[in-house]
């Protein structure tokens, strides 16, 4: 994914929200030079430090990180902004985000088994809906995980520590955020 594009969303969101670099990394609970270096594109972020800044700023996570497109898109699997979890063997494709007045993302995700992906609370009123497509995962809030086939769809809060999980080889998901 270009530094660029997060470099680009983080300074405009940091603007609009009136933070300087000291506040911002302050709540995103990050140094203030990792920040500096993100809005420069010289830094390399994992999708837990993007998604510690998307909550401080109470944006969704896809502001950050989606790329300015065409009136058509057409990612074909493979492609697409891709954010890798630095503490997981876990990888999360954006697809489309919510457009003005419209608070959903669409990502497709794939997992290997041998590592959870914690995630921390998104902004309030987030709501996860997840499709398996291939393999097996355990999700959900922490301690109400729940396992899914491929073709099971389960719907939970985000804005609560939740988790992913692979059960079997090439585990692949579509996962739609939803914000209040």
Known sequence: MPREWIAAALRRERTRAGLSLSELAKRAG?????????????????????????????????????????????????????????????????????????????????????????????????????VVSTGRLAAGPRGEAVELAPGDYMSYRGDVPHAYEALAPGTTFVLVMQHV
């Not at 837990?48 to 990612?75: H, K, M, N, R, Y």
């Open 30 to 130: 990050i140094a203030k030079s990792t920040l500096s270096q993100l809005e420069a594109a010289t830094g390399n972020p994992g999708i837990e430090t993007v998604w510690g800044l998307a909550v401080a700023l109470g944006v969704p996570f896809s502001v950050l990180v989606e790329p300015p497109g065409p009136a058509v898109t057409v990612i074909r699997a493979g492609e697409g902004p891709t954010m890798h979890a630095e503490q997981a063997s876990y990888a999360g494709t954006l697809l489309s985000a919510g457009p003005a007045g419209v608070r959903r993302d669409i990502y497709h995700g794939a997992m290997e088994p041998g590592s959870v992906r914690e995630s921390e609370p998104h902004i309030p009123g987030s709501v996860e809906h997840l």
